[in-house]
């Protein structure tokens, strides 16, 4: 049998991608990483990216004589919705017109566009290396020709008071505690499968977060649910309701498929209003 | 089936208000508190050297083995570091040191150096001591070892909150990625293991140019590490991680010119003490000696 081997995503783009930037000069040697030897790149984050269905980081480095190395990690995460999920793991920084939600903070600038996972870095902050980030960065946005859509379950956030900065897409359980500890167990059953949005809100002064987690089937959603109720909410009303020892409001509601979840609300009138703004 | 695992849930952390108050190392909810309350203090060496790291920014051999020397003489309350390294290690130990590869901060390759020396001082055969990071798990060396020395840089960590001298052996267990969940605060139970457990009798958490805050994927910036020019030693990993902790935030509330907490909280640190009993987290249950450059010492 003939093995016929074809161009990836990644190969596509290194071919366009520039030697050149300023005075920074491409190394010899590209580096292509799969889910298995990323961890060898990536000491200590690389499961955040597999947690994302990563399927391959394409590495560059540039170097100058005169200023610090230039790191290109081009991230193809296999869909937007996961390109989008990675990059909401860390949204801190300026927003930059740069790719989609381009976000620069000093010594490195991301972006998300398409399937990819964009992140360039500076081994130490230099005024001429950030020029050149900025500079490759816009090479490599326009190299990505497609946009990328987001997650679908996004538009069932409430509009009102939503913090666009503090929105995290994810389907893994240890993703979403590092992001907000609820359990040292998956007690909302988040799989690969199962789709979950947290955000932050701020409404007249008062603040809550709002996890949304759709699952593939209903007794999926009805488990989470009990469970959720079981070891997180035992003392709920029967609106789902109960108020936390630290005077905050949790709640939760399942319909069909989506289980929605008010974390840590100020009030109890900010608890039911989220729930029941759901869209 | 019965359900025999106990649930943690941030519940349990809010009942005990660990989530309210942050920076002083302290807070765990209170399960299973083993070694807490222990009336013996924990001992703790910092010490520092301006001249350890020259202008151009290469660690000094002499200075970095004569840092050792006097840190273990303050430790172990003897004149002599060679009298030292006798009465921890024998000739017919198998030690393992436990270094640390991470590539932007490695431990320095002169440090390991001056243990292999001051092993090899006490009797230690030279094939039975041997450094390794990765590959502890099929190090015959690591696998026979009767004694381990621990020593790596401390470093801001994007799952730990830090890289500390606890979280330096993860290695020894075949699926790391199991103790990330909440912050790595699972950490501590791999120092029980039986292949790890009661094997360490010194710790070194090298502070010559730390990493105190990290950005991208790849968590690293040459603008977030400093000339810190120390060392910290103690037979208690845990007051030794502490302290570094303590060291760290500082230097972040002094750099950001706000309070800026280690993120994720450094929970492991707690939960090796109040968890695991594997020694001393709060600074009142460790005895600090500090020598040396106290220049911006931060602690």
């Known amino acids: 049998m003939t093995q016929t081997s074809y161009a990836t995503p990644v190969d596509e783009l290194r071919s366009m991608l520039p030697q050149q930037i300023g005075d920074w000069s491409a190394e010899a040697q590209d580096r292509i990483f799969d889910p298995t030897t990323i961890f060898g790149y990536i000491d200590g984050g690389a499961e955040v990216y597999k947690a994302y269905n990563m399927k391959q980081c394409f590495s560059r480095r540039y170097t100058a004589p005169n200023g610090p190395a230039i790191i290109l990690d081009i991230f193809d995460m296999g869909s937007s919705k996961d390109a989008f999920g990675v990059f909401t793991h860390d949204t801190d920084g300026d927003e930059i017109d740069m790719g989609q939600d381009g976000r620069f903070r000093p010594g490195w600038l991301n972006f998300w566009k398409d399937r990819f996972f964009v992140s360039i870095y500076m081994e130490e902050e230099h005024e001429a290396a950030e020029k050149a980030v900025f500079d490759l960065g816009k090479r490599v946005d326009g190299i990505i020709a497609k946009k990328g859509a987001r997650p679908g379950i996004l538009l069932k956030l409430p509009v009102q008071g939503l913090q666009a900065a503090s929105v995290r897409y994810l389907h893994h359980p240890m993703v979403l505690n590092y992001h907000y500890f609820i359990s040292d167990q998956n007690i909302l059953n988040i799989s690969e499968h199962t789709e979950v949005v947290l955000a932050t809100y701020t409404i007249n002064g008062e603040e809550a977060r709002l996890l949304l987690a759709a699952y593939l089937g209903l007794d999926a959603a009805d488990d989470a649910y009990s469970n959720f109720l079981k070891h997180y909410l035992p003392d709920a009303d029967r609106s789902g309701m109960a108020l936390l020892e630290n005077k905050k409001w949790s709640a939760i509601q399942v319909n069909g498929r989506l289980l929605s979840i008010v974390l840590d609300a100020d009030s109890r009138h900010l608890a039911e209003h989220l729930l029941r703004s759901v869209r | ?299």
């Open chain 2, 1 to 299: 089936m019965a359900e025999k695992k106990r649930v943690l849930t941030r519940r349990d952390f809010i009942r005990t208000g660990s989530y309210a108050a942050m920076g002083s190392l302290i807070g765990l909810p209170l399960l299973g508190r083993a070694a807490g309350n222990r009336n013996d203090k924990s001992r703790v060496i910092l010490i520092r050297d301006e001249k350890v790291i020259a202008d151009d920014g290469l660690v000094q051999p002499e200075k970095l083995a004569d840092m050792l020397d006097k840190a273990l003489k303050l430790l172990f309350k003897s004149d002599d570091a060679s009298d030292v390294w006798e009465q921890l290690f024998g000739k017919n130990d198998i030690v393992g040191i436990k270094s640390n590869v991470w590539s932007h901060l490695p431990t320095p390759a002169v440090l390991e150096e001056a243990i292999q020396v001051g092993l090899m001082q006490a009797g230690v055969k030279k094939t039975n001591i041997s450094v390794d990071d990765r590959s502890v798990r099929r190090n015959p060396v690591f696998k026979n070892s009767t004694a381990l020395i621990n020593v790596r840089p401390m470093r801001t960590h994007h799952w730990s909150g830090l890289g500390t001298l606890l979280k330096n052996y993860i290695m020894f267990v075949s699926g790391p990625w199991m103790y990330h969940g909440n912050a790595c605060e699972k950490l501590g139970s791999i120092w029980r293991k039986p292949h790890v457990l009661g094997k360490t009798r010194l710790n070194i958490l090298v502070m010559l140019t730390p990493l105190f805050h990290g950005v991208g994927p790849h968590h690293f910036s040459r603008s977030y590490i400093w000339r810190y020019r120390g060392l910290i030693v103690s037979t208690d990993p845990v007051a030794a991680d502490a302290t570094g902790a303590r060291i760290i935030q500082a230097k972040r509330n002094a750099y950001f010119g706000e309070e800026r907490p280690i993120s994720p909280r450094p929970l492991h640190i707690e939960a090796a003490d109040v968890k695991y009993g594997l020694g001393n987290s709060r600074a009142d249950r460790i005895e600090l000696i500090k020598i040396g450059w106290e220049d911006e010492i931060l602690i």
